[in-house]
């Protein structure tokens, strides 16, 4: 028997006998109304020991034979799937290949392994600015939120959605960050107030979108998340470099604060100042009541 276990690192489609055991860490159900909005998906990331990710997809009529047994942050020993190669504008995974679910297919639980590890590897903002067309693959990406702002409604494929744009701040610099649909409501007034101070944000699977004069983050709709002081170690590594001065500050109308403070991001032995709004109001005119 054979008990050899694979690297995703490794996998290509110029062999059929694949083994891993690997974490499904991120997991999400995906239609897309350009091409067919009646062909669902079941889409996962999948990464082993040794951190390496593949992106895995399920076809519609398999996905009753695979869904009940799969739970995101469990682990699994995986056999038996084609390898393609990975191809798409909004791909989760740099991995040159993905996994495409066969009817043969195993996929068992597997309890004696643990990768405590969750997966995201943050995009750091120099990186993100050196960006000048939009990227296909998507990134991770945290920071401390210093500006909400709702924007109205905009149609997307026949239908309403709600957006907002988010100001975020990371290593000395600003990034905008559009979000859309229903990541919108974890941005509402009555969420945000229910959090400590440090409005600390996480972007999971976001996209780098070029504009006039730099880039900015979007989320891809059922493919994004985004977190509000999670708790994860990159968490708390980040809020570490930050300390809290208790103090008044002007803020420009139009900024919808209730509490203020200043933050102190020390790094390099270069000291940046910023805002951060601990209670987040959204603007509204009449025409928005």
């Given at each position: 028997?054979?008990?050899?276990v694979?690297?995703?690192?490794k996998?290509?489609?110029?062999?059929e006998?694949?083994?891993?055991h690997?974490?499904?860490?991120?997991?999400?159900?995906?239609?897309?109304?350009?091409?067919?909005?009646?062909?669902?998906?079941?889409?996962?990331?999948?990464?082993?020991?040794?951190?390496?990710?593949?992106?895995a997809?399920?076809?519609?009529?398999?996905?009753p034979?695979f869904?009940v047994?799969?739970?995101?942050?469990?682990?699994y020993l995986?056999?038996?799937?084609?390898?393609?190669?990975?191809?798409?504008?909004?791909?989760?995974?740099?991995?040159?290949?993905?996994?495409?679910?066969?009817?043969?297919?195993?996929?068992?639980?597997?309890?004696?392994?643990?990768?405590?590890?969750?997966?995201?590897?943050?995009t750091?903002?120099?990186e993100?600015?050196?960006?000048?067309?939009?990227d296909?693959?998507?990134?991770?990406?945290?920071?401390?939120?210093?500006g909400?702002?709702?924007?109205?409604?905009?149609?997307?494929?026949?239908?309403?959605?709600?957006?907002?744009v988010?100001e975020?701040?990371?290593?000395?610099?600003?990034?905008?960050?559009n979000v859309?649909?229903?990541?919108?409501?974890?941005?509402?007034?009555?969420?945000?107030?229910?959090?400590?101070?440090?409005l600390?944000?996480?972007?999971?699977?976001?996209?780098?979108?070029a504009?006039?004069?730099?880039?900015?983050?979007q989320?891809?709709m059922?493919?994004?998340?985004?977190?509000?002081?999670?708790?994860?170690?990159e968490?708390?590594?980040?809020?570490?470099?930050?300390?809290?001065i208790?103090?008044?500050?002007?803020?420009?109308?139009g900024?919808l604060?209730?509490?203020?403070?200043?933050?102190m991001?020390?790094?390099?032995?270069?000291?940046?100042?910023?805002?951060?709004?601990?209670?987040?109001?959204?603007?509204?005119?009449?025409?928005?009541?």
């Open positions: 028997m054979n008990n050899r694979d690297l995703v690192e996998i290509t489609p110029w062999r006998s694949w083994k891993v690997v974490k499904v860490v991120k997991l999400w159900y995906h239609k897309n109304p350009a091409l067919d909005p009646s062909q669902n998906l079941l889409h996962m990331v999948l990464m082993d020991e040794k951190l390496h990710k593949i992106q997809t399920i076809r519609d009529k398999l996905i034979n869904a047994s799969l739970t995101e942050g469990e682990v995986m056999t038996h799937f084609t390898v393609v190669p990975n191809t798409g504008l909004n791909r989760a995974v740099k991995h040159r290949f993905r996994l495409l679910f066969q009817y043969k297919t195993s996929v068992v639980s597997v309890v004696s392994i643990r990768i405590p590890h969750s997966g995201l590897c943050f750091s903002i120099d993100i600015d050196q960006r000048t067309k939009d296909d693959f998507l990134i991770d990406f945290v920071g401390i939120i210093t909400v702002r709702k924007e109205r409604d905009v149609a997307s494929y026949g239908k309403m959605i709600k957006a907002v988010l975020v701040f990371s290593d000395g610099k600003k990034v905008q960050c859309f649909g229903n990541a919108c409501d974890l941005l509402e007034y009555d969420n945000l107030q229910k959090y400590p101070r440090s600390l944000i996480v972007l999971e699977s976001f996209k780098i979108k504009i006039e004069g730099g880039v900015m983050l989320n891809v059922n493919v994004s998340r985004l977190f509000i002081n999670p708790d994860i170690p968490s708390v590594e980040f809020l570490s470099r930050l300390v809290v208790k103090k008044s500050v002007k803020v420009e109308p900024m604060i209730l509490v203020v403070f200043v933050y991001f020390c790094i390099m032995r270069i000291s940046y100042c910023i805002l951060y709004v601990d209670l987040v109001l959204p603007v509204m005119g009449s025409q928005d009541l």
